[in-house]
C-alpha cells in the first residue's frame, strides 16, 4: 500500500530552532501510534529530515512528533519512534519478522501473506523493544517474532545488529511471546535458536506462503543495488528492463561466514588432485576456475593446463586453460568451443568473489561481466566439477536455480587413519615436543599467538643447541618470503623443529615433505578458529600423531559450557551464588555466561549480577573488569551499575553539608552510619567544586579519587621554567635523539595547537595561547618521557593522545575506521577544565559546554 500524505498537525513552537528543519528534504518517514489506543495514527509521522550545519555541512537531524496528554509537541532526539510498519499488522496477522533495514523490511514484507508482517528498527541497531511495542504485540494476539540483524559495521569486535537482537531477544521473551534470532553467521550469536535464513526460504518454520523457488525467483528478480540500472552485460545476463541484476548484499546473507568454510574446503589430503586425475580427459578442453592464483599455476602444471598469465593473446583463444574469475570473462574464443568439464574450485570462494566482490576487487560492470560469462559456458559444459569439502543447502540450491550448476558433490576420498589425542594445558605441549626432539625425531608446531611462538623458539634453541630450529611467522615475513621457505624441500628437510603461524599456508597450495612421528597444534588465540589448524594438518601427511591443544574462548555455545562443566566436574551451583574464593579463567567465566543465560525470570537473573556486582567490588577491582566479560551481559550490568550510582547521587545530595572539624573527624575515626558516610561525602566534592552548586552537581557522578589524582597533576605541571629544565636535562638520554626531536618539532606543534584550539573552544586569547606554546615546547620533552612514548612523524597520534592524558583529560573511544581513532573528551574531563578555568591557567568563561563533546580524530 502506497504511504499515507503527511497532514502535518498545527502545533506551536519555536521557530528559531526548527525552521531550518523544514528546508531539509525528507528522508524518511514513520507512522505513530496513539499511546492510549494503541492504533496507528497515519496522520502524524515522524520527520527524519537533511539539513545545513552551521558550517554548510549536510547533516541528518531527527525531529519529530509526539503525543502527550492530548497535545502535539515538536523535539530533537526526544521520545524514540516506533517500529517502522506496525500499520500492517492486522487481525490476521500472528507471526511478525523485524529486520534492520526498510530495503529488506520492504523486499521481504512483499512476499508475505496477511498472516504475517514485516517491520524494521527505525533507528538500526540502537533500538530497543519498548513497553509500547509490547503492549501492542498483546493487543492484537502476536505469537511468535523473529529478529533478522544485520553485520554492517561492528562495536568493540561485536556486531551491533547481533547486540541488538540479543537484547531484544531477551526482551520480548520476558513478556511472553516466543522469540527467535536468524543467525545468518551460525556461530556469532549465541544458540538463542538455531533457525536460519534457510529456514525461511524453505518455509520449514511457517514463515513464507510461496514455494522456495517462487520466493527466491522473486526476490532476485525484483532487487537491484546498481546504480541508474545502467549496467549492461554482453553477454545476454541481464533480461529486459535489468530484471535479473542480483542484489549482493542479500546475496552475502544468504552464504554463510566465507571464513568459516573456506579453511576447511582447503584441507590437503582430501582428495582432489585424485578426483581431477579421474574426471577430466586431457585431450579436451577443460577450464578451471579458482579464486586463488597460486593453486591455478599449481593445478595447470600439473595436469599440462595453460595458466592464464601466460597467455597473451585471450580474446581469441580456444585451448584448456586455469583461470581465476575475475580473468576468465576475457577469453572469449571459449564461448564458441565445445567444452568437456569445467572444475570450480572452492565454490563458496568463487561465489564471494563474483557476487560480493571484495576479495579480488570485482565491482560494476566487470562482476556482471563475469557472471554473464560464468553462466554462458557452464550452459554449454558437458560436466561441471565442484571441489568442496562442505557446501550449505542453500548455497547448493542458488548455484543450481540461477547458475544452472549440478556439480558433483563430493566428501572426503583420503582416508584419514591420524590420531588425535588432545591436551588438556600447554605445559604438556611443550613436554611432549622436549621428548620429541630428546629422541631424535623431527617436530613441528602450529601456534597461533606470534608472542608465543618467539618465546618458545628462543626457549627449545637455548635447550637444544645441537638442533635446528625454525620459527615461521605469518605477521614478520611477506608471502613472497614465506613461500620461497616453505617450497625448498631440501631446506625444510634440515630443520629438527618448524614453529609456524598456522594462518601462512592460506592459499598456498603445495605440499612440505618434512617426515615426523609427531604433529603438534596449540593455539591461545581466539582470532583462529580450529579449522585453520586443521587445514595445517592437512599439509603435514605423514604425521600419524597429531596432538592438539585449543583454549575455549568466550562466546562459545551452551552445549560446549555444558560440556566444560561435565568434564571438569566443576559444581554449577557455586557459579550461580558466584563464590568469591573462585579465580575468574576462562572457562569460569563462560559458565557464568551459561548460568545467566539459563535463568529465564527476571528476579532470578537481577540476583546472579547483583551477586557478580559484589564479587567485583569484594576483590578491590573497579569497573573495568566489566569489560573483560562478554558484551551479552554489559548491557545488564551496566543497568546495576546506574542504578546504584543513581542511588549514591540522591543520598549526597540529601546528606547535611558538615563543617571541616566534623569531616576531619569522620576523616580520621571512619564513619559509623551511612549518614555519616555520605555527609563526609557531600563534604568533599561540594569543597572539590570550591561551593559551586552547578559544579557540584555535575561531579558528584565521577569517582571522587580521580578527579583528585587527576587535578593534583595540575600543580606538578605548574612549576617554574628553572624546576622544568632540570628535570629536561636529566631525562635527556631516555628519549629521542635532538635530530629526531627537530626534525618532528615542528609537525607536533602545529598537532598541539590544533589541539589546544579544540580544547577551548576557540576561546582562550592570543596572549593565553602563545603562553600555552611556550609551556608545551618547554616540557615536551619531559611529557615525552612520562609516556614512554618514541615520538615520531609516523606517530604523531600517540603524542597527541598522549597529550590529552598530561593534561587530566581522558578520551573515550567513539569508533575505529581502519587505523583510523575517533575520540571524545569524557565527562570527567569536563569538570577538570572548569578546575582550570578557577585557577586562572586557561579561560573558558564563555564556553559552550557542547563545545567539548565535538569529536576528535586522531
Known amino acids: 500500500p502506497k504511504k499515507p500524505a503527511i497532514d502535518k498537525p498545527k502545533i506551536s513552537y519555536d521557530k528559531k530552532n526548527t525552521e531550518s528543519f523544514y528546508k531539509g528534504k525528507i528522508t524518511n518517514e514513520f507512522i505513530y501510534i496513539n499511546p492510549e489506543t494503541l492504533q496507528p495514527d497515519f496522520k502524524k509521522v515522524i520527520i527524519l529530515k537533511e539539513s545545513l550545519n552551521k558550517k554548510g555541512k549536510k547533516e541528518k537531524q531527527t525531529p519529530w512528533y509526539y503525543y502527550d496528554n492530548e497535545k502535539y509537541y515538536i523535539g530533537l532526539n526526544g521520545k524514540k519512534p516506533y517500529l517502522y510498519n506496525l500499520h500492517k499488522i492486522n487481525e490476521k496477522t500472528k507471526f511478525i519478522i523485524i529486520a534492520e533495514g526498510e530495503k529488506k523490511t520492504e523486499l521481504i514484507g512483499k512476499y508475505l501473506s496477511s498472516e504475517y508482517a514485516c517491520l524494521s528498527y527505525p533507528t538500526g541497531a540502537n533500538y530497543r523493544i519498548t513497553d509500547y511495542d509490547l503492549k501492542f504485540f498483546h493487543s492484537k494476539g502476536i505469537e511468535k517474532v523473529l529478529l533478522l540483524p544485520d553485520y554492517d559495521f561492528k562495536k568493540d569486535g561485536k556486531y551491533l545488529g547481533q547486540l541488538c537482537s540479543i537484547e531484544n531477544h531477551l526482551i520480548i521473551k520476558q513478556a511472553g511471546i516466543d522469540c527467535h534470532i536468524v543467525?545468518?553467521?551460525?556461530?556469532?550469536?549465541?544458540?538463542?535458536?538455531?533457525?536460519?535464513?534457510?529456514?525461511?526460504?524453505?518455509?520449514?518454520?511457517?514463515?513464507?506462503?510461496?514455494?522456495?523457488?517462487?520466493?527466491?525467483?522473486?526476490?532476485?528478480?525484483?532487487?537491484?543495488?546498481?546504480?541508474?540500472?545502467?549496467?549492461?552485460?554482453?553477454?545476454?545476463?541481464?533480461?529486459?528492463?535489468?530484471?535479473?541484476?542480483?542484489?549482493?548484499?542479500?546475496?552475502?546473507?544468504?552464504?554463510?561466514?566465507?571464513?568459516?568454510?573456506?579453511?576447511?574446503?582447503?584441507?590437503?589430503?582430501?582428495?582432489?588432485?585424485?578426483?581431477?586425475?579421474?574426471?577430466?580427459?586431457?585431450?579436451?578442453?577443460?577450464?578451471?576456475?579458482?579464486?586463488?592464483?597460486?593453486?591455478?599455476?599449481?593445478?595447470?602444471?600439473?595436469?599440462?593446463?595453460?595458466?592464464?598469465?601466460?597467455?597473451?593473446?585471450?580474446?581469441?583463444?580456444?585451448?584448456?586453460?586455469?583461470?581465476?574469475?575475475?580473468?576468465?570473462?576475457?577469453?572469449?574464443?571459449?564461448?564458441?568451443?565445445?567444452?568437456?568439464?569445467?572444475?570450480?574450485?572452492?565454490?563458496?570462494?568463487?561465489?564471494?568473489?563474483?557476487?560480493?566482490?571484495?576479495?579480488?576487487?570485482?565491482?560494476?560492470?566487470?562482476?556482471?561481466?563475469?557472471?554473464?560469462?560464468?553462466?554462458?559456458?557452464?550452459?554449454?559444459?558437458?560436466?561441471?566439477?565442484?571441489?568442496?569439502?562442505?557446501?550449505?543447502?542453500?548455497?547448493?540450491?542458488?548455484?543450481?536455480?540461477?547458475?544452472?550448476?549440478?556439480?558433483?558433490?563430493?566428501?572426503?576420498?583420503?582416508?584419514?587413519?591420524?590420531?588425535?589425542?588432545?591436551?588438556?594445558?600447554?605445559?604438556?605441549?611443550?613436554?611432549?615436543?622436549?621428548?620429541?626432539?630428546?629422541?631424535?625425531?623431527?617436530?613441528?608446531?602450529?601456534?597461533?599467538?606470534?608472542?608465543?611462538?618467539?618465546?618458545?623458539?628462543?626457549?627449545?634453541?637455548?635447550?637444544?643447541?645441537?638442533?635446528?630450529?625454525?620459527?615461521?611467522?605469518?605477521?614478520?615475513?611477506?608471502?613472497?618470503?614465506?613461500?620461497?621457505?616453505?617450497?625448498?624441500?631440501?631446506?625444510?628437510?634440515n630443520y629438527d623443529l618448524i614453529i609456524y603461524t598456522p594462518t601462512i599456508f592460506t592459499g598456498n597450495d603445495f605440499n612440505i615433505p618434512f617426515s615426523k612421528k609427531t604433529f603438534l597444534i596449540c593455539t591461545d588465540n581466539r582470532t583462529v578458529n580450529h579449522f585453520q589448524l586443521m587445514q595445517s594438518v592437512g599439509r603435514f601427511r605423514q604425521a600419524k600423531e597429531v596432538h592438539y591443544f585449543i583454549r575455549l574462548i568466550e562466546g562459545t555455545r551452551k552445549t560446549k559450557l555444558k560440556e566444560i562443566i561435565k568434564e571438569k566436574n566443576i559444581p554449577l551451583n557455586e557459579f550461580m551464588t558466584l563464590n568469591p574464593d573462585y579465580t575468574f579463567k576462562e572457562d569460569k567465566k563462560l559458565l557464568l555466561m551459561y548460568a545467566i543465560l539459563e535463568k529465564e525470570d527476571r528476579e532470578s537473573k537481577n540476583n546472579l549480577l547483583h551477586n557478580f556486582r559484589n564479587l567485583i567490588y569484594s576483590r578491590g577491582s573497579n569497573l573495568t573488569f566489566q569489560d573483560k566479560i562478554n558484551s551479552d551481559l554489559s548491557g545488564e550490568l551496566s543497568e546495576s551499575f546506574e542504578k546504584q550510582n543513581e542511588d549514591r547521587i540522591n543520598e549526597i545530595l540529601k546528606a547535611e553539608l558538615i563543617d571541616i572539624n566534623t569531616a576531619s573527624k569522620y576523616e580520621t575515626e571512619g564513619t559509623a552510619t551511612e549518614k555519616e558516610f555520605y555527609e563526609l561525602e557531600k563534604f568533599k566534592y561540594y569543597n572539590l567544586a570550591a561551593g559551586k552548586e552547578d559544579i557540584f552537581k555535575k561531579i558528584i557522578p565521577l569517582d571522587f579519587d580521580t578527579i583528585k589524582n587527576q587535578c593534583n597533576r595540575f600543580s606538578d605541571m605548574k612549576e617554574s621554567p628553572e624546576t622544568l629544565k632540570e628535570q629536561d636535562l636529566k631525562n635527556s638520554s631516555d628519549y629521542l635523539p635532538d635530530n629526531e626531536y627537530r626534525s618532528v618539532k615542528a609537525k607536533l606543534r602545529n598537532e598541539i595547537e590544533f589541539i589546544i584550539g579544540g580544547i577551548s573552544g576557540g576561546l582562550i586569547d592570543n596572549q593565553k595561547q602563545e603562553q600555552v606554546k611556550e609551556y608545551i615546547d618547554a616540557n615536551l620533552d619531559r611529557i615525552r618521557y612520562n609516556l614512554k612514548l618514541d615520538v615520531n612523524s609516523d606517530k604523531i597520534g600517540y603524542f597527541i593522545r598522549g597529550f590529552y592524558l598530561q593534561l587530566g583529560l581522558k578520551l573515550d573511544l567513539v569508533k575505529k575506521s581502519g587505523k583510523n581513532r575517533t575520540y571524545r573528551i569524557n565527562q570527567e574531563s569536563l569538570y577538570i577544565m572548569e578546575n582550570l578555568d578557577r585557577s586562572g591557567y586557561i579561560n573558558i568563561e564563555n564556553a559552550n559546554v557542547s563545545k567539548y563533546y565535538e569529536s576528535v580524530n586522531v
Open 183 to 493: 543467525d545468518f553467521l551460525d556461530d556469532a550469536l549465541p544458540d538463542f535458536s538455531g533457525y536460519d535464513i534457510e529456514d525461511i526460504l524453505t518455509g520449514y518454520y511457517g514463515v513464507i506462503e510461496y514455494e522456495r523457488e517462487q520466493f527466491l525467483e522473486n526476490l532476485f528478480a525484483e532487487c537491484s543495488e546498481y546504480q541508474d540500472n545502467k549496467f549492461i552485460s554482453k553477454f545476454g545476463f541481464i533480461e529486459k528492463n535489468n530484471k535479473r541484476l542480483f542484489n549482493t548484499r542479500f546475496v552475502n546473507d544468504r552464504i554463510k561466514n566465507i571464513d568459516h568454510y573456506s579453511t576447511l574446503k582447503a584441507i590437503q589430503g582430501a582428495g582432489k588432485t585424485t578426483l581431477m586425475e579421474t574426471r577430466l580427459d586431457l585431450n579436451k578442453t577443460n577450464i578451471v576456475i579458482s579464486s586463488r592464483e597460486i593453486l591455478s599455476k599449481e593445478l595447470g602444471k600439473k595436469f599440462n593446463i595453460n595458466d592464464y598469465q601466460e597467455v597473451s593473446k585471450r580474446k581469441n583463444y580456444t585451448q584448456s586453460i586455469c583461470s581465476t574469475i575475475n580473468s576468465i570473462s576475457h577469453f572469449e574464443g571459449l564461448l564458441n568451443t565445445e567444452i568437456d568439464t569445467i572444475v570450480l574450485d572452492e565454490i563458496s570462494l568463487l561465489i564471494d568473489d563474483l557476487f560480493r566482490g571484495k576479495t579480488r576487487g570485482l565491482i560494476g560492470k566487470d562482476r556482471l561481466n563475469s557472471i554473464g560469462f560464468l553462466v554462458t559456458i557452464l550452459k554449454k559444459a558437458k560436466n561441471v566439477l565442484g571441489l568442496d569439502a562442505d557446501i550449505r543447502f542453500s548455497t547448493r540450491y542458488f548455484l543450481k536455480k540461477f547458475l544452472g550448476l549440478n556439480f558433483t558433490h563430493y566428501e572426503n576420498l583420503y582416508k584419514d587413519d591420524r590420531k588425535f589425542i588432545e591436551s588438556k594445558d600447554f605445559d604438556s605441549i611443550v613436554l611432549i615436543t622436549e621428548n620429541e626432539l630428546n629422541n631424535n625425531e623431527k617436530v613441528s608446531l602450529a601456534i597461533t599467538s606470534e608472542k608465543k611462538g618467539e618465546k618458545l623458539t628462543k626457549y627449545y634453541k637455548d635447550k637444544f643447541k645441537d638442533k635446528k630450529i625454525i620459527f615461521i611467522s605469518a605477521y614478520t615475513k611477506t608471502r613472497e618470503e614465506q613461500q620461497a621457505i616453505l617450497k625448498d624441500h631440501s631446506l625444510m628437510l
